[in-house]
């Protein structure tokens, strides 16, 4: 049902990604939802690929997820779909300015 209506031809304003949740069990329904909080307990794990190549495998055990107001979290905690709309921009607003300049110009001189 859900991939029917994104497929259906409708046009986004911008390129996104929906992130979809389903709860364990028969959903009450479905909420439009924020990206809610994940708490991990961080572990990384430093491994060596088949091809020799160095990467980090990042495990945290399960989330707690804080269930904020109209949040993802929140939606699966009383038992509904959540669908969140995410935007394929991630940049930080205002990343370069203020204190994030400096510590750019520190990496260049690194660099």
């Known amino acids: 049902m859900l991939a029917r209506a994104v497929l259906s031809g409708r046009r986004w ?32 794990i430093r491994r060596t690929s088949p091809r020799k190549q160095r990467y980090y495998w990042i495990n945290g055990g399960e989330a707690r997820v804080p269930p904020g107001r109209g949040s993802d979290g929140e939606a699966l905690a009383r038992g509904f779909v959540s669908i969140t709309p995410l935007g394929l921009d991630q940049t930080g607003g205002g990343l370069a300015e203020g204190k994030w300049r400096s510590f750019l110009e520190d990496l260049e001189r690194l660099w």
């Open 13 to 44: 304003k911008a390129p996104l990604i929906l992130n979809v949740n389903v709860p364990t069990g028969r959903p009450k329904g479905i909420r439009l939802t924020r990206l809610g909080r994940r708490m991990y307990q961080d572990h990384v």
